[in-house]
């Protein structure tokens, strides 16, 4: 079974330029997260898709990040303007399903994009 | 609001075993996670435990948790040089996933 993909896998840019970045997740499975993780701290959820659908963005920077899942399976999460405090590993992950004031269901990482912001 | 705290470093010499220690605050927690990540790849889930139960084993690894005391652990038998990583310990109740911050474990010779 393929894993979660993600690309690219580095990217360096100037602050306020524009990126975006792309995930595919594991075959089937319907939710999928975008993480924000900083040098030495652990991943911070940005948003959280069921289907096509958001679940949580409640700590996406909505005046410069912005995600979407049109087809409900990949999704594209984009940066514009960047910030030089945005670089980070951004991960995504996938699950099979998320039923809302249930257990969470096990999450699967892709390898993550590294951004530089000079 | 739910916090994940474990300690940052850990050195341990090959062959001995590791122990990793992680405090959460949600009492809610239903799930607790312990997850690897080597450098320049994403987060391998190693071993999950149920809130309600106290131990967890998988071959070299073995999970306890004091739900009192809101402390896990993972300790890794006979640790390898492939061990050296860092290691997230992670908690969900019903919404999301906190993560901690990580501990960097360092295989000494």
């Known amino acids: 079974e393929a894993g979660v993909a993600q690309s690219p896998r580095y990217k360096i840019i100037e602050k306020r330029q524009s990126v975006a970045f792309w995930c595919n997740p594991i075959s089937g499975h319907a939710t999928l997260y975008w993480y924000q993780q900083i040098l030495g701290q652990g991943p911070k959820l940005l948003i959280q898709?069921?289907?096509?659908?958001?679940?949580?963005d409640s700590q996406l920077p909505k005046d410069r990040f912005s995600a979407e899942r049109l087809k409900g399976v990949d999704s594209t999460l984009k940066i514009q303007p960047a910030k030089l405090e945005d670089s980070a590993v951004y991960l995504c992950a996938s699950s099979l399903n998320f039923y809302p004031g249930q257990v969470q269901e096990t999450q699967y990482f892709g390898p993550g994009t590294r951004l530089l912001v000079l | 609001g739910e916090d994940v705290e474990q300690s940052l470093f850990l050195s341990v010499r090959e062959g001995d075993s590791s122990v990793i220690n992680c405090t959460y605050t949600d009492s809610s927690s239903t799930y607790l996670y312990w997850y690897k990540q080597e450098p320049g790849a994403g987060l391998q889930l190693l071993t999950y435990?149920?809130?309600?139960?106290d131990m967890k084993q998988d071959q070299r690894l073995t999970v306890l948790l004091n739900k009192k005391d809101k402390h896990l652990s993972l300790r890794i038998a006979d640790t390898q040089t492939g061990d050296s990583a860092i290691y997230f310990c992670a908690e969900s109740g019903d919404d999301k996933i906190i993560f901690g911050k990580g501990t960097r474990l360092h295989i000494l010779p």
């Open positions: 898709f069921q289907n096509n659908g958001v679940v949580d």
């Open positions: 435990i149920f809130s309600n139960m």
